[in-house]
């Protein structure tokens, strides 16, 4: 290289590239964020909200079940399923919080819509459900409300019995709200924004699930998980007597029971929160907030929505998820609070409910007594419901059908005795067929539900269980295969004896689209075989047909209907 600049041409002269090169120096780089704090996302617009609560959008644009203490799946019947645990949390937060609900399946909202509003409204909580079969696509909702300043809650029958399982992979989960989420959520709340509750019974139930007086008789439980790249990966779980006070904390939120949330590198779990006393202490949901209109289900003319009566239920059937919801314990709301819920309905122009419940028949005397007051008061309301056979008698069922139910749900799941027994569903075969047969004479139609691939299932057993769907008084049925969710007594028992198929998925564990089982003598593909062929044999008679042709009834009727049978064709055939 010339050293002298002026015994070049003037063109190579004007080249910088012939200066000498600097030298490597300190790292210093620029820090803009700190120029334009006001523009970012901690800025939140006009008509922003302090909690949006959220059904996101579907995985694939279908129709997808998602609710406090159910599984989920996708709707081969098209129901839409009506987000009243979303309703119910807003109920408890107001009015001391403004609160939007985004019920995106009902909706029908895209991705993209979804993050627009996002960015238009700019929550400063975000709270959402998860579900096992959509955890990656409900978790993209978690990440786009983080990416807008909000600080994020998952709850529901997925991320309470796999807390770290959950929030190690997803960072964008600030928190947990395992098992009854409202009081943790409110408590939560609180405690950041120094606020009480001006609703006496929703301070009465912050009283009753939380501090030490909700400790007595209890053990405790706190664990401190560290996340990778801290010193240690698991730090023993740590058990407390109940009379004494938590391990002391910097923190508000170490107190806050039901929560896992995250502190610095840890991951903490707090002690499990109580169940609410009272279900009567709970104030109405706020059903209004919900897209009413948009609330759909098959044969049913005009919208609908749900009404909790009860939470729990006393029997032990090994694959439900109830085991993981309220385990065995069972909260009746009264029938006059439930009354006056359905009466608060029929003036926002909603005349068709479903009873809400683990098991709507689970106490006698408080459907004996529902159905009186619904008759009394002369209440224009027709409703379903689901049951067991062993928990009617056939004056119940009459009183029902006088009272507006036309359609009963039932757990019916297999036809061999010995595979119920096993399961722990607790019934006998006679009883299925009595209790349809009392419940068709009453006026009521009959919706029956089976599951394939219980353990001991053989094709035989599969073969059985078709055989009687046909011969039962069923208008509907559905079959689906069971599904080791975890948490479940049947869960465990799939782990111990490695029957996960192998490179299991948790949106895998799907009772309705596929199987994540691999039993040694019945495979996983042929046990989607026999639900296909199950679901074909049982539908594609007369009475079924006939069934599906009066769905035909309305408009959003014709279309739903067409939309189901589509469905049906090509998952039978696929």
């Given at each position: 290289m010339a050293d002298n600049l002026t015994e070049v041409s003037p063109d190579l002269r004007a080249n910088l590239g012939r200066h000498r090169v600097p030298p490597v120096s300190m790292s210093q780089f620029p820090d803009a964020g700190a120029a334009v704090q006001t523009l970012t996302s901690s800025t939140r617009p006009s008509g922003s909200v302090d909690v949006l609560l959220v059904n996101p959008p579907s995985p694939d644009g279908g129709i997808w079940i998602r609710s406090q203490h159910r599984v989920g799946r996708r709707s081969r019947e098209n129901m839409i399923w009506p987000q009243v645990s979303l309703a119910q949390l807003a109920a408890i937060l107001a009015p001391e919080y403004t609160v939007k609900v985004v019920d995106c399946i009902a909706t029908r909202m895209s991705w993209p819509e979804f993050e627009k509003l996002l960015d238009e409204i700019r929550p400063r909580y975000y709270v959402t459900q998860v579900t096992a079969p959509t955890l990656r696509n409900d978790m993209y909702g978690v990440f786009l409300a983080k990416s807008v300043g909000a600080q994020?809650?998952?709850?529901?029958?997925?991320?309470?019995?796999?807390?770290?399982?959950?929030?190690?992979?997803?960072?964008?989960?600030?928190?947990?709200?395992?098992?009854?989420?409202?009081?943790?959520?409110?408590?939560?709340?609180?405690?950041?924004?120094?606020?009480?509750?001006?609703?006496?019974?929703?301070?009465?139930?912050?009283?009753?699930?939380?501090?030490?007086?909700?400790?007595?008789?209890?053990?405790?439980?706190?664990?401190?998980?560290?996340?990778?790249?801290?010193?240690?990966?698991?730090?023993?779980?740590?058990?407390?007597l109940s009379a004494d006070p938590p391990p002391a904390s910097d923190s508000p939120l170490a107190t806050v029971r039901g929560l896992a949330w995250r502190k610095d590198t840890e991951i903490i779990i707090n002690p499990d929160r109580p169940f609410i006393p009272s279900l009567d202490d709970l104030p109405m949901p706020l059903h209004e907030l919900l897209p009413l209109d948009r609330q759909r289900m098959p044969m049913i003319k005009g919208p609908f929505t749900f009404i909790v009566t009860s939470r729990g239920c006393p029997a032990g059937c090994k694959y439900c998820i109830k085991h993981v919801s309220y385990q065995n314990s069972v909260r009746l709301r009264a029938p006059e609070k439930i009354l006056e819920e359905l009466q608060y309905l029929a003036t926002l122009g909603i005349h068709n409910v479903h009873m809400y419940a683990d098991l709507f028949t689970v106490n006698r005397e408080q459907v004996v007594r529902l159905c009186q007051l619904i008759i009394e008061t002369g209440l224009k309301v027709r409703w379903t419901?689901?049951?067991?056979?062993?928990?009617?008698?056939?004056?119940?069922?009459?009183?029902?059908?006088?009272?507006?139910?036309?359609?009963?749900?039932?757990?019916?799941?297999?036809?061999?005795?010995?595979?119920?027994?096993?399961?722990?569903?607790?019934?006998?075969?006679e009883q299925a067929f009595k209790a349809l047969t009392w419940s068709k004479a009453a006026g009521i139609n009959n919706w029956g539900y089976f599951i394939i691939g219980l353990p001991g299932e053989t094709e035989t057993t599969i073969q059985e269980t078709i055989t009687y769907a046909k011969e039962l008084p069923l208008d509907i049925a559905l079959f689906h295969i069971a599904a080791p969710y975890p948490g479940t007594p049947f869960f465990y028992e799939v782990v111990e004896n490695n029957w996960f198929r192998a490179g299991t998925k948790w949106e895998e564990v799907d009772m309705d689209q596929s199987t994540v089982l691999d039993y040694p003598s019945l495979s996983a593909e042929r046990l989607e075989y026999w639900q296909k062929r199950a679901t074909r044999e049982w539908s594609l008679r007369p009475a079924p047909i006939l069934t599906f042709v009066r769905g035909l009834n309305t408009w959003e009727g014709f279309k739903s209907a067409v939309s189901v049978g589509w469905q049906t064709l090509k998952f039978v055939r696929s």
């Open positions: 994020t809650m998952a709850f529901g029958t997925h991320v309470t019995p796999m807390t770290l399982e959950t929030m190690r992979p997803f960072p964008a989960l600030d928190y947990v709200l395992r098992g009854e989420p409202e009081m943790t959520l409110r408590e939560l709340l609180d405690r950041q924004e120094e606020r009480t509750p001006s609703n006496p019974a929703v301070a009465k139930m912050l009283a009753a699930t939380s501090g030490l007086a909700a400790m007595a008789g209890q053990r405790l439980g706190r664990v401190r998980i560290q996340e990778p790249g801290g010193a240690e990966a698991v730090a023993p779980i740590t058990l407390a419901c689901n049951s067991r056979v062993d928990y009617v008698d056939e004056e119940m069922l009459r009183l029902m059908g006088r009272a507006g139910c036309w359609y009963i749900s039932w757990g019916i799941e297999s036809a061999n005795e010995q595979i119920l027994k096993r399961a722990r569903k607790g019934y006998r075969k």
